[in-house]
């Protein structure tokens, strides 16, 4: 089965995306609502530039990405849906629990899958993070801490909740397989954003299982760093890092002698991995989605679990500004 795909939004993440879809040869056009910029991606990647009504007629198309601004997500991807389309929609899903709801009942009603972008989960370091996790390496899960610190990009129509922290709750719930039952979230803002430029975040699971958040698009240094802590010690998955060196092991081991606490620590170790471009893994995913009709790993009920912890959180600091 041919398989042809439109990219809509000529934005920095869309040409990386477009980029992607034209070097596995699915790339059927590109659209923006900016013409300039919808026309220089059509010369860039030698495919037509068409309006959105122009996609929603295309028969020969199996599939939208949609990599615009996340006010616009749910109205794109309802039309595409509606469309007969498969969707994949970059992160954020969307703004509000009701709109990313709207978006599950127009897949369901044209009987089409919505991909969510949520990218480390295909990333080849993250998949073999969860292998380990799985097969018991680090022994049982207990807690998991993700940084995620960078400065900039700003965005004016987002926030640092919409814009970094759906990577980590995606990773995390990945990670422990169920959704928290307390979540507790403040923010600290500097700019101008209402949700916070600076966000700590800490959730429980039903099996005992915490997690920590920090996100921060003003911080003057990047880190993006998972570790997962289990009781025969820890895995870092740090994406700053060179390839060979972005997952780690460290065998730590805390004993209980008595009234002392002793700790045994072992030299870290790193740990080996497939490499590959994770935008490619995820774009060979939706093209399977395309294909099959089958949901990938990020669908709209995984898209929809990370909605409802990044509404609950929204609502935590809106009471705060209140």
Not at 91 to 107: E, T
Not at 190 to 215: C, Q, R, W, Y
Not at 276 to 305: M, Q, R, W, Y
Request: net charge negative; glycine share 6%; with cysteine.
């Amino acid at each position: 089965m041919k398989v042809n795909i439109a990219v809509i939004g000529c934005g920095i993440w869309g040409e990386n995306i477009a980029r992607n879809a034209s070097e596995l040869g699915v790339l059927a056009c590109v659209c923006d609502s900016n013409q300039d910029r919808s026309m220089s991606f059509s010369q860039k990647f030698s495919c037509p530039a068409f309006s959105f009504d122009q996609i929603l007629n295309d028969n020969t198309l199996n599939g939208v990405i949609i990599a615009t601004n996340a006010n616009t997500h749910e109205k794109l991807a309802c039309e595409a849906l509606n469309a007969r389309k498969h969707v994949y929609v970059e992160k954020p899903l969307a703004l509000s629990m009701s709109s990313a709801l709207s978006i599950k009942q127009c897949a369901v009603k044209a009987n089409k899958q919505v991909m969510v972008g949520h990218l480390l989960q295909y990333h080849p370091a993250y998949v073999e993070l969860k292998n380990f996790v799985n097969d018991g390496f680090i022994g049982e899960l207990q807690h998991i801490q993700a940084t995620r610190l960078a400065m900039g990009r700003i965005k004016k129509s987002e926030s640092a909740l919409f814009d970094l922290c759906p990577h980590d709750i995606s990773q995390i719930l990945g990670i422990v397989k169920e959704v928290p039952t307390s979540i507790n979230c403040q923010n600290v803002t500097h700019v101008e954003h209402s949700d916070g430029d600076i966000i700590f975040t800490s959730l429980k699971f039903p099996n005992g299982v915490t997690a920590i958040m920090h996100s921060s698009w003003y911080s003057p240094y990047k880190e993006h760093r998972l570790v997962v802590t289990g009781t025969l010690g820890s895995i870092i998955f740090d994406d700053t890092k060179p390839s060979q060196q972005k997952l780690t092991f460290f065998r730590d081991s805390i004993i209980i002698e008595g009234d002392a606490i002793k700790v045994d620590r072992a030299e870290p170790e790193h740990l080996p991995f497939c490499t590959g471009e994770p935008l490619k893994n995820e774009i060979s995913a939706f093209i399977e989605v395309c294909k099959n009709g089958h949901p990938a790993i990020t669908d709209i009920e995984e898209g929809l679990k990370v909605q409802q912890i990044l509404s609950e959180m929204k609502s935590q600091i809106d009471s705060e500004i209140l």
